[in-house]
């Protein structure tokens, strides 16, 4: 399934920082080779970035590393050493672990353990909002609404208004997590529109974005990222042919044993599924015949 965004917003992304919040943080990553190793290329590998690769850089004390920009948050990853992966983070550099600085390891889903590094908030004064235009997650139409969202800093902002120029619209808490909060508004579909954000911190503190009340985001009518409607009426699945197979019987102890499957008796002993088709339910829901 291919979403393709067909233009660009006429507006910059903005990021504003207020009284010295920092979202994102510096991050280094190092990887010290063993004694006697030879080490040709080493790429950082994680649920940051997709578990793409980013090429980590040979130092001239021999170790290799790499430093990026990540927000608040817990991540996994692994180095990717000479083309290879190594299994188990924790044990895979002669029986160390890969990298000293991890926090912690989990289950990969392949039988080895991914590296867990974990970037904390170290400014806690004032208030961080992101908005970005160009961004679908932040400004997008569904359901033939304009759908616009404000990120901020947790625990902080009491409440956000989105400011056009026929009036003052306040918006709803969508999302609250450990390192932010997301604010929410849908409009009836404008061909254009010019806004901005005003808010409240807890404290009653006043704050704008853009910064300048002269200054202020531009929608264009334009859909740059159409939604999909064949996917409300859809059932997205995936085959796994080696389940066919069988090819790894080594696979049957996940199913079996543990709790990444559940099997609901039920809907076999009362032949649900036979008489009405199939249902979007989990496992463990009780049987209903929508």
Known sequence: MGKFIIGCILC?????????????AEFTFTYLPIEDEEVASVSLRGSFNSWGEWPMEKQPDGTWSITVDLEPGEYQYKFYINGKWPQDMSIARAGGPVDPNAVGYINDGFGGQNAICRIKEEVTEGVVLVHNP??????????????????????????????????????ERQLQWEYGEVFRLSLKLPDSLKYHFVGYTIEGTEFSLPEDPSQSFFFDGIDHFPQLKWVSQGIIYQIFPDRFYNGDPNNDVLALNSDEFHFNEQWVQNKLWAKEGPSLAKWNDPISSQ
């Not at 910059?12 to 994102?24: D, P, R």
């Not at 569904?142 to 990120?151: G, N, P, T, W, Y």
């Open 12 to 24: 910059l992304s903005i990021i504003f920082l207020i009284n010295g919040l920092v979202l994102a």
């Open 134 to 171: 160009d961004d679908p997650a932040y400004l997008c139409i569904a359901d033939e609404r304009l759908i616009i969202r404000l990120k901020t800093s947790p625990r902080k902002v009491a409440k956000v208004f989105l400011v056009t120029d026929e009036g003052k619209w306040p918006m």
